[in-house]
């Protein structure tokens, strides 16, 4: 029998139960192979809109990513820069955001691989942070620790210094901004849209001055002036207390400050003209025409990566305009006073006085060992600015065993060695003089009073207003002298240290006699002071009434002898002291002109006509 006609019999039940194949009656259309093609075809298709759906994911973490980096960026503004610490904490932080977006957004071995990477990454950067932090400790670089400064200090006598009462600040910072905030009243129309901002000691033609920045109060004050600017700033005299709102052009006010926001501020501007440069904190100065700039140190690390902090250069950045100068640390211009901030300054000491000798002394012997105060206070000198702090061994904080004057511009360090009581003991016993007014002292100054080393205080009460100064011995802090004026207290001081038998040194003067071409008088802390002219000179020589009662007589015309300080030789205000007078003849009465003013007794009679 024929197998077609076997198999191809029509079933009782009704088609071929084979169907179709080797057992029906119809071959197969496809055989195994174009089966597995087209198994392999399907399965090809099937990848193909997963590819593309990882693809974009892909993409969208790279764009995410990215757009928050920049908001970050924009944001924190860290320096692009591998010394600095904070731009290791901002790529530590974007890694782990970049983990975070890829494990949420991405799947398969592509995130799994990232994530490894990252957290290797990570994992190294922490080990090798720790790892630089071990080798630049002062365990194994006490000599680049203490060599930072060493080449910068110069030991002196204290006969060498020169510092006196003549032109040094009487106001603390906050006297100084009290006198600010009095000012800032006299802004009617814009005391409600700014707000006093830091204020920086500087040095102007000479003079300690505090000048404080305007800045505006909050987003929606900035907003509404922002295409003004600040229209002013303010400086306080710190010797003679005047303070002067100064007024910027009409149109030319400052833009760029701390407190504007998105491109106008401050920070942000420096930033984005200087994105690989470590900053320090900026001061608000002054050049030689009273232009306002913003100051910005430029810092680095001399050992390692992260440790010993230094400076470099500067930047300076018109506030009014925004345009930025860089300058390297020996061209930096003279107006320029904050180059070195006292912090920095203070910290390079220390580790001089700590590791001079290595590092194992400054732990286990200490011999030798030196540290500064807490405290330090502005001193100016010429037309640079200097700060004073004191010097103390590490085992004894009663006393001070000398002290350093640092100019604030180049760094150059005089270091004056002289035993006696440290700051806050000399705030104490100012203090403790006048304890039943509860006045409290502020950081003293040292200066070279009656030839003597003196702490000088200000005395303030407790709404922080200054009553009285006091004057207290370096050496002998049992001497302690108040006055309602310096120049009182300096009188009450030179009687102390007469009676205690101390050395006190004359003032050189020089006798100078002439004509008065010119007087004028000022009050100042309760003091007349009578300002002289001679003639055929420009230089006013100053009287003060306390000390000089005749003055009040003096007069245009008179002849005066005048003992005048030779140490203000070149300045227009000189202090003398009035030596003897003799009136004009124009004052004096005529005798002749007495004997024709009697009275006539015939005057009064009448004549009989001729």
Request: with cysteine; glycine share 8%; hydrophobic share 35%.
């Amino acid at each position: 029998m024929n197998n077609n006609d076997f198999f191809g019999q029509q079933s009782p039940f009704g088609e071929n139960p084979f169907g179709q194949g080797p057992f029906g009656n119809q071959p197969p259309k496809k055989n195994w192979k174009e089966q597995l093609r087209q198994f392999r075809d399907k399965k090809k298709n099937h990848k193909k809109p997963q590819e593309k759906t990882k693809a974009s994911r892909i993409v969208l973490t790279a764009v995410l990513f990215v757009l928050q980096l920049l908001v970050q960026f924009y944001v924190s503004l860290p320096a692009i820069n591998i010394q600095s610490t904070g731009f290791w904490a901002f790529a530590g932080e974007n890694l782990l955001i970049l983990m975070v977006l890829t494990s949420a957004l991405c799947r398969g071995s592509f995130a799994s691989n990232l994530r490894r990477v990252c957290t290797a990454v990570i994992g190294v950067g922490v080990v090798a942070f720790f790892a630089l932090a071990l080798l630049s400790s002062p365990i194994l670089q006490s000599h680049q620790y203490a060599s930072l400064m060493q080449d910068s200090i110069e030991q002196k006598q204290i006969e060498e210094y020169t510092p006196t009462i003549d032109n040094v600040p009487l106001l603390d910072k906050d006297s100084a901004s009290r006198l600010a905030n009095r000012a800032l009243g006299n802004l009617v129309d814009e005391v409600s849209q700014f707000e006093l901002y830091d204020t920086y000691q500087v040095t102007v033609a000479g003079a300690p001055v505090r000048v404080q920045p305007l800045d505006y109060v909050g987003f929606v004050k900035w907003f509404m002036n922002r295409s003004t600017g600040i229209p002013a700033y303010i400086t306080v005299d710190m010797k003679t207390q005047n303070t002067k709102i100064v007024r910027l052009e009409d149109g030319k006010g400052i833009k760029y400050s701390q407190q504007a926001y998105f491109n106008d501020n401050l920070l942000r501007h420096v930033r984005f003209n200087y994105p690989c440069d470590m900053l320090g904190d900026p001061h608000f100065e002054l050049d030689e025409s009273g232009n306002p700039y913003w100051v910005y140190p430029v810092l680095e690390h001399k050992i390692m990566l992260f440790s010993g902090t230094d400076v470099k250069g500067v930047i300076t950045v018109d506030p009014v305009t925004g345009e930025c100068t860089r300058y390297e640390r020996g061209d930096i211009p003279d107006w320029i006073d904050n180059v070195y901030s006292p912090q920095i300054i203070m910290q390079q000491y220390d580790w001089y006085g700590s590791y001079q000798n290595g590092w194992i002394n400054s732990v286990v012997g200490q011999k030798g060992v030196v540290r500064t105060t807490e405290g330090y206070n502005y001193i100016p000198k010429g037309n640079d600015l200097y700060i004073y702090t004191g010097v103390t061994s590490v085992v004894s904080d009663e006393s001070n065993i000398g002290f350093i004057f640092t100019n604030l511009r180049t760094r150059e360090t005089e270091f004056y060695e002289i035993a006696g009581a440290e700051e806050f003991s000399a705030m104490e016993s100012a203090e403790g003089v006048v304890q039943h007014l509860n006045y409290d002292a502020t950081f003293p100054i040292l200066l070279m009073i009656e030839g003597q080393p003196t702490y000088t205080v200000a005395l303030k009460d407790n709404a922080g207003l200054v009553k009285q100064y006091g004057m207290v011995n370096m050496a002998q802090y049992q001497i302690v002298a108040t006055g309602s004026t310096i120049k009182d207290c300096q009188a009450n001081y030179r009687k102390l240290l007469e009676s205690n038998g101390a050395e006190v040194t004359q003032s050189a003067t020089e006798e100078m006699t002439g004509v008065i071409d010119d007087v004028r008088t000022a009050v100042i802390s309760g003091t007349t002071y009578y300002y002289i002219r001679l003639q055929g000179g420009d230089v006013y020589y100053i009287l003060s009434a306390a000390d000089n009662e005749q003055a009040v007589l003096l007069g245009t015309g008179d002849t005066v002898t005048l003992n005048v300080e030779t140490a203000d030789e070149g300045k227009q205000l000189q202090k003398a002291g009035l030596k003897g007078a003799t009136a004009s003849e124009a004052a004096q009465p005529d005798p002749e002109e007495e004997s024709s003013a009697e009275p006539d007794e015939t005057a009064g009679e009448a004549q009989p006509e001729a």
